[in-house]
Nanobody, 116 residues
């Protein structure tokens, strides 16, 4: 059974940083495509960052230069370092992992709130 558990969300002020973590079990993140989406009420879900199994990384234009996705293979965990946070980054952040079968697994999400 695959499980993804996010942590690290919270309430911060604009300009501050947060690091989100996504601990995986039942799937090996080093050989999976992994990433983060975010969703806000009334808005379409937005891809924030994606890292392929081969290490190719894609970021949303809105977070380029501020956010960094990484993975710790020993801990089987994916991270999203978020710097210079803005109020418009406020959202529920969800991690995902896609294994060789193509099936996508999702975490429950962690809320990030950035005050101005």
């Amino acid at each position: 059974q695959v499980q993804l558990g996010e942590s690290g969300g919270g309430l911060v002020q604009a300009g501050e940083s947060l690091r989100l973590a996504c601990a995986a079990s039942g799937i090996t993140v080093s050989i999976a495509d992994v990433g983060w989406y975010r969703r806000t009420p009334g808005k379409q879900r937005e891809l924030v960052a994606d890292m392929s199994s081969g290490g190719r990384i894609v970021y949303a234009d809105s977070v380029k230069g501020r956010f960094t996705i990484s993975r710790d293979n020993a801990k089987n965990t994916v991270y999203l370092q978020m710097n210079v946070l803005k109020p418009e980054d406020t959202a529920d952040y969800l991690c995902y992992a896609r294994g060789a079968s193509g099936k996508v697994y999702w975490g429950q999400g962690t809320q990030v709130t950035v005050s101005s």
